[in-house]
């Protein structure tokens, strides 16, 4: 069975997108899907499944969808993938907490950073299906427009590598 990350857009802790992660969790149990974890309160699940990504990707989308009343979108990644993302990652001389990475569901046009309005000095760097984004003074209040990350979700640096770190550790009980 593999092991799959998935990152919930549109999921917080309060306001629209609000949904606990023991919902998350039982969601993903009812799925089939087995050793559910979350990791904070902001869309991560990990689980097993054998499974395509995929058709986790798909089948988690859509009873969320049920559940909330339109789908937030879910990107899936493997363990492998997630660490290739950390070890990846340029800008080294920025903090990981003002570093994320917008995951998407497919790979970003080239030309997707020509459209990118930057005030306060934030880099942006294209990879596979992500795209990194460095903001120098944090995300917080940045006027950053970049409209190939809208169908994305991001997390920071730190949250990726302990994600990587989690999967690890669930492949090792495997």
Known sequence: ????????????????????MAELKAICED???????????S???LFRSDESEKTVEHKLDEALGKKMGK????????RKELEGIADKAPFPEAKP???L????PKKPPGDALEKMAAPDGEEAKLAEREIYVHYPNGSGRSKLKLPAL??????NLNTVRK???????????G
Request: proline content about 5%; cysteine-free; hydrophobic content about 45%.
């Open 31 to 41: 799925l089939g899907f087995t050793d559910v974890k979350t990791y904070i309160q």
């Open 150 to 155: 809208k169908p994305g979700t991001s997390r």
């Open 43 to 45: 869309g991560n699940v």
């Open 1 to 20: 069975m593999s092991v799959y990350i998935a990152l919930l857009r549109a999921i917080n802790v309060g306001g629209t997108g609000a949904l606990p």
């Open 101 to 104: 990475v917008y995951f998407l």
């Open 71 to 78: 789908r937030p979108g879910v990107m899936v990644r493997s």
């Open 97 to 99: 907490n003002f570093l």
């Open 163 to 173: 994600l990587a770190e989690m999967a690890a550790e669930m492949e090792g009980r």
